[in-house]
Nanobody, 127 residues
Framework: QVQLVESGGGLVQTGGSLRLSCAASGRTFSSYAMGWFRQVPGKEREFVAGISRSANSLYNEDSVKGRFTISRDNAKNTVWLEMNNLKPEDTAVYYC????????????????????WGPGTQVTVSS
């Protein structure tokens, strides 16, 4: 069983930055694609960013273009989400997730495609 734990959330003012971390258990982290999602009450979980096994990245361009950066370190079993120029609409619970069997060269956007999830970390951006 793979376990994920997010950290780094908190309260920040508009224009501020946060760096979310997601630590994974297990020995096959390097074979997974990873995703960051976010969710606000009453709405579906939204894809934020994903990173493939080979560290190619994909972003929700409409929401986070040019402001967020996803990265990973397979030796540390960790994926990060660097968030800059935060806006009140970025307020949400942020989740990291594992896609155990990612198609080669492809990063999936649908939450249903991911197999394991962390408990989430709250990000609140004040105006």
């Amino acid at each position: 069983q793979v376990q994920l734990v997010e950290s780094g959330g908190g309260l920040v003012q508009t224009g501020g930055s946060l760096r979310l971390s997601c630590a994974a258990s297990g020995r096959t982290f390097s074979s997974y694609a990873m995703g960051w999602f976010r969710q606000v009450p009453g709405k579906e979980r939204e894809f934020v960013a994903g990173i493939s096994r080979s560290a190619n990245s994909l972003y929700n361009e409409d929401s986070v273009k040019g402001r967020f950066t996803i990265s990973r370190d397979n030796a540390k079993n960790t994926v990060w989400l660097e968030m800059n120029n935060l806006k009140p609409e970025d307020t949400a619970v942020y989740y990291c997730a594992i896609d155990q069997n990612p198609p080669i060269g492809f990063i999936r956007r649908r939450a249903e495609s991911y197999d394991y999830w962390g408990p989430g970390t709250q990000v609140t951006v004040s105006s």
